[in-house]
């Protein structure tokens, strides 16, 4: 492991500490170390006494029977509880006065005046936001959507895209939710996998200045299924925003697409929410694994709301004049957890923001903090390196005395970056928590509390309530402190995946039988002497591309499924903005010869089987891939040559390869 033992030699000489501020630590809704330990002792020794506790702070429409139901590893949380998240999101939250409150402030992409000035923004209401659930509800129910249903959906980063995954909890149906940036192959795999006959879309986003064909995407993707039987489109683009901009060109299909704004038009603002037991499943996720395809993870109703509204509160300590911008995407659990979910459930105004970081420059983000008064900001550290990159001077422009706190998420964050983040953006006053999870965790469990946590560039800290962390080996034994092994949770925790979408048995081997009986988070790490976890990254065949992961065999798939390709073998290499980027090794077939002109044609041919986030990086041609004897890529190898460069040129010749074989099946032999 050889970056592991880097990241441990420069975490190691990393002695800065940032204590929370006296100022934020007094109106923090955790305030002080002691009160920290004392619940998170709780939290572990009578774990159902503590969340029984916490889970009195959501409205439910009858308690549960039994906190915990825990058949190693499959954990059942408020066993006979009802709720629903709609309702909690929405409801609860005008029943408490909260109606007239802004739950979501949107800005779209285009700039509608002079340049600096931002996007159409819409404040949309608590109330009004239960009305457009209830009327979407409504129609998709006309459609024939039902309880226990799997919705897909494919939106551009819009209200309606929140408005469609709470109009589908508020039927019982789960959502299916596709990154906008995936291919239409992407869509027709995960339809299928989820069975899905419902796709939920628009006819274009913006991006970038440009128009995502969201609606060609589907369209392209129903050519290689039949599955779907009802596509129901918004009008983003085709509505006249900015007259000067381009529209997207719609082909309709007649008794198969509804346009949105006719679907809901006559549908009442009245739509009671279905009673769903805490363990229905709320929404199924695709993420990428060690194996060629993405694997839906299950979130279920109880434990997952919970679990994001309590994470929401404490970490991001949120009270009732917060505004609250999270960055991502809601393709991703980042996106589901902490744009909607967590910050919905607890009553917040949460920031949508429709494009790009960069658009129309990197002044972007500043301009919207200042313009929304954001108090706490939660983004990834790709984003912060090419802000860094962009330069200062844009952020200094900007009165960003609005912001009280900032987040990182999805992947380390180098400690230049932090520090840049801590000062530049933070002006030194505000706590950062970087926090450590996963898809599969459904919310944060690693992390600061930023009343309580001193901090330290490049750290995610100590665990999360209930979240039971430690550094083993690989048959469970812990290990001492800064001594660098694998990341498992020992207990279970109430927003924790409850399976693999119609693959039982993958749940299993994957997540309890690498380090039984523990999880197994797929990520390498050490503790300090403080305790904090320093994460070092993915351990399995798992790319983090700009906080995007990706799985190896995925990106081979893609690569081998073109006719130039035999055989490929993709691996993680250092990138100075990405912070991991993607190095393809491949073989031609016979008759195909290297060239840039077939590189190119490669690395778009990946963009368009998957997306654009999978292009390679780097593609090398070689006349052979060195193997164990049993035929296994040896991609430690690989992964050397692509970070230390130790393969001069592109064009590798066979011999290197063999003999660099022939010299591993000795050491190993
Ligand atoms: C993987 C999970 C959780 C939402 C975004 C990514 C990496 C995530 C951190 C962090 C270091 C991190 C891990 C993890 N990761 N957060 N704060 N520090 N690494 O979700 O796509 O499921 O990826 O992202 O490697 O296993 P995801």
């Not at 706590?431 to 898809?439: A, E």
Request: charged share 25%; with cysteine; glycine share 10%.
């Amino acid at each position: 492991m050889a970056d592991a033992s880097e990241a441990i030699e420069s975490s190691l000489q990393e002695r800065r500490v940032f204590p929370p501020p006296a100022e934020f630590a007094r109106h923090a809704h955790i305030k002080s170390r002691e009160e920290y330990e004392r619940l998170y002792r709780e939290s572990i020794d009578h774990p159902e006494q503590f969340w029984g506790r916490m889970a009195e702070q959501i409205p439910w429409f009858k308690k549960w029977d039994k906190v915990l139901d825990w058949q190693h590893p499959y954990a059942k949380w408020f066993v006979g509880g009802k709720l629903n998240a709609s309702y909690v999101c929405l409801d609860a939250n005008i029943e408490r006065g909260l109606g007239d409150k802004a739950a979501i402030l949107w800005e779209g992409e285009p700039e509608s005046g002079r340049p600096g000035s931002g996007g159409s923004v819409h404040r949309i209401s608590y109330r009004q936001l239960r009305d457009d659930v209830c009327r979407l509800a409504n129609g998709l129910k006309k459609l024939g959507v039902k309880k226990g249903d799997r919705v897909t959906i494919y939106m551009p980063m819009v209200p309606e895209a929140a408005i469609a995954m709470l109009a589908c909890a508020r039927l019982g149906a789960a959502h299916s939710v596709i990154f906008g940036g995936f291919s239409s192959q992407a869509i027709a795999d995960r339809v299928e996998d989820a069975k899905s006959n419902i796709i939920i879309t628009a006819d274009g986003g913006f991006r970038r200045g440009n128009v995502v064909p969201l609606k060609h995407n589907v369209d392209e993707a129903l050519k290689k299924t039949d599955r779907v039987k009802t596509v129901v489109v918004l009008q983003r683009v085709g509505a006249p925003v900015d007259p000067d901009m381009p529209r997207a060109d719609v082909n309709w299909v007649e008794g198969r697409d509804v346009w949105w704004h006719e679907l809901v038009r006559d549908q009442s603002t009245d739509c009671p929410a279905a009673p769903m037991d805490a363990e229905d499943m709320l929404f199924v996720l695709y993420t990428s694994g060690s194996t060629g395809k993405p694997k839906g993870i299950i979130h279920t109703t109880g434990g997952y709301l919970l679990g994001t509204y309590l994470s929401a509160k404490y970490v991001f300590d949120l009270h009732d004049e917060d505004i609250y911008w999270c960055s991502a995407d809601v393709g991703w659990i980042t996106g589901h957890s902490y744009v909607v979910y967590g910050p919905l459930a607890n009553g917040t105004t949460t920031l949508m923001y429709e494009g790009a970081p960069n658009y129309p420059d990197f002044s972007r983000f500043w301009s919207m903090i200042e313009r929304h008064q954001v108090t706490v900001f939660y983004t990834a550290p790709t984003a912060i390196r090419a802000f860094m990159r962009a330069g200062r001077e844009l952020v200094d422009k900007h009165d960003l005395r609005s912001l009280r706190l900032l987040g990182t998420v999805g992947e380390p964050i180098n400690p230049e970056a932090w520090m840049w983040y801590h000062e530049v953006v933070g002006g030194e006053h505000c706590p950062i928590v970087d926090t450590w999870w996963q898809t599969e965790t459904g919310g944060i469990m690693i992390t600061p509390l930023p009343g309580v946590t001193p901090t330290k560039p490049g750290t995610a800290t100590l665990p999360f309530f209930g979240v039971d962390a430690a550094i083993v080996d690989r048959k469970g034994n812990e290990l001492p402190l800064n001594q660098g092994g694998l990341l498992v949770i020992r207990k279970p925790w109430p927003s924790m995946l409850r399976g693999i979408y119609n693959d039982p048995d993958r749940y299993v081997k994957q997540y309890w039988t690498e380090v039984p009986p523990y999880y197994f988070t797929g990520d390498g790490a050490r503790r300090d002497e403080d305790g904090y976890f320093w994460i070092m990254g993915r351990v399995d065949d798992v790319i983090n591309v700009a906080g995007h992961r990706l799985g190896t065999m995925e990106i081979e798939s893609a690569l081998v499924a073109h006719d130039a390709v035999a055989e490929a073998a993709c691996v993680g290499m250092p990138h100075e903005m990405k912070g991991q980027g993607i190095a393809a090794f491949v073989t031609l077939a016979n008759g195909f010869n290297p060239s840039d002109k077939l590189k190119k044609e490669l690395t778009d041919w990946v963009g368009k089987q998957i997306g654009a986030i999978a292009k390679p990086d780097q593609v090398r041609f070689t006349p052979a891939l060195p193997k164990t004897r049993s035929g296994k890529i040896m991609r430690r190898l690989l992964k050397e040559l692509a970070t230390s460069g130790d393969v001069k040129g592109d064009v590798t010749t066979l011999e290197d390869f063999t003999v660099i074989a022939r010299l591993k099946e000795q050491d190993e032999g």
